[in-house]
């Protein structure tokens, strides 16, 4: 608990003027002092139970991009049997201002939503927020804090790159139309391939063979795209960050123009899908992802689709994967 401007104010005034009720003995002073010193008490006691049995809960109701202003739902609830006046909600990565309550009625729970902005992805936990009050007369002001556990996912930023990204558009389809992929109609079981759908598996023909087999079907238009994003040795954070953002920047662009993406890493594979359950589940992994020390993927070059390389910088030792792909990207020309 801290004094105000006008608390401070207010304490000098009682001291003022209990020195003039004991150098004048008068008791009309005597009781203005009493009557200072009573609304310091009350104040105190006030705001004491005003702030007492109170919790947060955070809801995250729409994905977090990096850099982008977003909104997050603060729920405050009160847990005692009267009302509580004048909360302000502050936390780290809730605007400075905080986020302000004027009434919570006595066991129920308010909602607003908070405006936030991360500066990078990854995962925040909710951590401390605190209730700060200043009820009733502020003349004091208090704050509690009050830990919320659970975490927010934050999506690398997504990117304008459609101009640039539009003349592999034309490219990628022409040479994707005739191909293999999974329409309607049947064609063939083939081994399977490192990043193919386990849904496509087929398991009597597998049982059979003692051999993972898929089945394929035809399809006129089905295009396919693979990025791969060098995260093997990262020597600078900051172009990392870049190629992250550009990875998911290209996966969002393709996916609207209904391609079937795939994200393979050093560690982490998604495989084929398309629509925004697929541009998620490659968000996810790159909302989180680290450099490694071993490149862990087994990468396979099969004609199925264009490849999007993006390195890390010219001396990556990803470079031998260069000669297969159909474009090539560098973090630090991002």
Excluded at 61 to 68: H, L, R, S, V, W
Excluded at 107 to 127: D, P, Q, T
Excluded at 200 to 211: F, G, L, M, V
Excluded at 230 to 252: H, M, Q, R, T
Aim: aromatic share 12%.
């Amino acid at each position: 608990m801290k004094l105000t401007k006008e608390g401070r104010r207010l304490v000098i005034a009682a001291v003022l003027i209990s020195i003039t009720a004991f150098n004048t003995g008068n008791n009309l002073i005597y009781l203005v002092l009493s009557l200072l010193l009573s609304i310091i008490f009350i104040s105190i006691i006030l705001l004491k139970n005003n702030i007492k049995n109170l919790s947060v809960d955070v809801i995250q109701n729409k994905p977090i991009f990096a850099n982008t202003p977003s909104e997050i739902l603060l729920k405050l609830k009160n847990m005692k049997g009267f009302n509580t006046y004048s909360i302000k909600v502050l936390s780290s990565f809730v605007m400075k201002e905080g986020l302000y309550f004027s009434k919570i009625p006595p066991y129920k729970e308010l909602s607003r939503n908070a405006r936030v902005i991360f500066n990078r992805r990854g995962l925040y936990k909710h951590g401390d927020f605190y209730l700060e009050s200043g009820y009733p007369f502020i003349f004091f002001k208090q704050s509690i804090l009050c830990n919320v556990k659970g975490e927010i996912i934050v999506y690398p930023e997504i990117k304008e790159y459609s101009q640039f990204l539009q003349s592999y558009i034309k490219e990628g389809q022409e040479s994707i139309n005739q191909r293999i992929g999974v329409g309607e109609d049947f064609s063939m079981v083939r081994e399977f391939r490192y990043g193919d759908d386990s849904r496509r598996i087929h398991w009597k023909a597998s049982a059979k063979t003692e051999k993972l087999l898929v089945m394929e079907y035809d399809a006129s238009e089905i295009r396919k795209l693979t990025i791969i994003l060098d995260n093997l040795n990262v020597p600078d954070k900051n172009n990392f960050e870049k190629a992250v953002s550009f990875a998911a920047s290209i996966a969002d662009y393709y996916i609207l123009q209904g391609y079937y993406v795939r994200l393979l890493t050093c560690g982490k594979v998604v495989p084929f899908g398309s629509g925004q359950e697929q541009l998620f589940k490659i968000l996810d992994v790159l909302a989180i992802i680290e450099s490694k020390n071993i490149w862990e993927c087994p990468i396979t070059f099969y004609s199925d689709g264009i490849t999007f390389l993006i390195l890390n910088s010219g001396e990556s030792s990803m470079k031998r994967f260069v000669s297969s792909a159909d474009r090539v990207f560098y973090a630090p020309e991002l």
